[in-house]
Nanobody
Framework: QVQLVESGGGLVQAGGSLRLSCAAS????????MGWYRQAPGKQRELVAT???????NYADSVKGRFTISRDNAKNTVYLQMNSLKPEDTAVYYC?????????WGQGTQVTVSS
């Protein structure tokens, strides 16, 4: 009964910032690797960032230096701080929880960056 609920998406101008949140329930949050993916219309879903239970992070080259993934195990929440946003960042952003190579998914939250 893993449930992941994203929030924080919206419309922002190029150069602006947003912080996405993903609240997890129905799982032992601290033992999962957590991540964010995104999918734009007509494109494949792509990995944005991951963070392991030990706090190690990994980012797509396209977002390095602009996005930061973090987690608060006490709140069962993972965050994605997005700075210096570009129109090409426009997509539905999905939260994922990973254990034994299996991905659980949230429903997604829309991020739209206007020029």
């Amino acid at each position: 009964q893993v449930q992941l609920v994203e929030s924080g998406g919206g419309l922002v101008q190029a150069g602006g910032s947003l912080r996405l949140s993903c609240a997890a329930s129905g799982m032992k949050f601290s033992i999962f690797t957590m991540g964010w993916y995104r999918q734009a219309p007509g494109k494949q879903r792509e990995l944005v960032a991951t963070i392991t239970e030990g706090g190690s992070t990994n980012y797509a080259d396209s977002v390095k230096g602009r996005f930061t993934i973090s987690r608060d195990n006490a709140k069962n929440t993972v965050y994605l701080q997005m700075n210096s946003l570009k129109p090409e960042d426009t997509a539905v952003y999905y939260c994922t929880a990973i254990r034994f190579g299996y991905n659980y998914w949230g429903q997604g939250t829309q991020v739209t960056v206007s020029s």
